[in-house]
C-alpha cells in the first residue's frame, strides 16, 4: 500500500528566506506526484505536476524535484514571502491511476 | 463559475441523520473524485467518477457511504446514519479528461461536516 509521508510537519521562517520541503513515497510505481497548496478554510490548489518521466519541475518562485528511486520530492521555495503561508501537500497516483495518496502536509508560516 | 462548487459549505447533523453533500463539478470535466479531510491529515480518496459510471468506490469507509453522479456533472455524497468520526472536511475535485492523462485535479472549497 502506497503510503507518503511529509517532513517537517510544520515550519516557521522569516520572509526572504528559501526553504525545502521534504516528501517521501513508499512504491516508486507512480504515474506522477503533484505539490499542492491549502489555505484554511479553501480546498486545493495544485502549484506544480511531475510527470513519471521527469526529474523536476519549475513556476517562479518554486522548483520541484523527483527521485523515483529513491520515493523522495522536494519542493523548494525561493525568497519566501508571508503569502506563501498555507499548508503544502505532496500527492501521488495511486496504482490503479484513479486518485491522489496525499501526505499529511506541511504547514508553513513565512513572518514579515 | 469556473470553478468547482460544494454546497452546502457547513453542515451540522446530530448522530443517525442523513446527509447529502453536492459538488459541482467544472463544465465538462469527465472526471469527479470525493475526499475525506480529517483534521490535521491530508485528504483521503473515497471514490471516483469518470462521467457517470462509478470506477472505483474502494475508499467509501463503511456500506453508510454512497455516492452517485447520474448524468455525468453534478455529484451528491450521501453519508446515511451519521456517527461523529464522520465529522471532517468533504473535498471533491474534477479533471478535464482521466488522472492517467497527466491532468491536474481541481478541487472545491470542500463542506465541512459535523456530527454532535
Known amino acids: 500500500k502506497q503510503e507518503v509521508t511529509q517532513i517537517p510537519a510544520a515550519l516557521s521562517v522569516p520572509e526572504g528566506e528559501n526553504l525545502v520541503l521534504n516528501c517521501s513515497f513508499t512504491?516508486?510505481?507512480?504515474?506522477?506526484l503533484q505539490w499542492f497548496r491549502q489555505d484554511p478554510g479553501k480546498g486545493l490548489t495544485s502549484l506544480l505536476l511531475i510527470q513519471s518521466s521527469q526529474r523536476e519541475q519549475t513556476s517562479g518562485r518554486l522548483n520541484a524535484s523527483l527521485d523515483k528511486s529513491s520515493g523522495r520530492s522536494t519542493l523548494y521555495i525561493a525568497a519566501s514571502q508571508p503569502g506563501d503561508s498555507a499548508t503544502y501537500l505532496c500527492?501521488?497516483?495511486?496504482?490503479?491511476?484513479?486518485?491522489?495518496?496525499f501526505g499529511k502536509g506541511t504547514t508553513l508560516s513565512v513572518s514579515s | 463559475g469556473a470553478g468547482v462548487s460544494q454546497s452546502p459549505r457547513y453542515k451540522v447533523a446530530k448522530r443517525g441523520q442523513d446527509v447529502a453533500l453536492r459538488c459541482d463539478p467544472i463544465s465538462g470535466h469527465v472526471s469527479l473524485f470525493w475526499y475525506q479531510q480529517a483534521l490535521g491529515q491530508g485528504p483521503e480518496f473515497l471514490t471516483y467518477f469518470q462521467n457517470e459510471a462509478q470506477l472505483d468506490k474502494s475508499g467509501l469507509p463503511s456500506d453508510r457511504f454512497f455516492a452517485e453522479r447520474p448524468e455525468g456533472s453534478v455529484s451528491t455524497l450521501k453519508i446515511q446514519r451519521t456517527q461523529q468520526e464522520d465529522s471532517a472536511v468533504y473535498l471533491c475535485?474534477?479533471?478535464?479528461?482521466?488522472?492517467?492523462?497527466?491532468?491536474?485535479?481541481?478541487f472545491g472549497p470542500g463542506t465541512r461536516l459535523t456530527v454532535l
Open positions: 475535485a474534477s479533471s478535464p479528461q482521466g488522472v492517467l492523462l497527466g491532468d491536474t485535479q481541481y
Open positions: 512504491d516508486s510505481a507512480i504515474y506522477n
Open positions: 500527492a501521488v497516483i495511486n496504482q490503479a491511476g484513479t486518485a491522489l495518496i
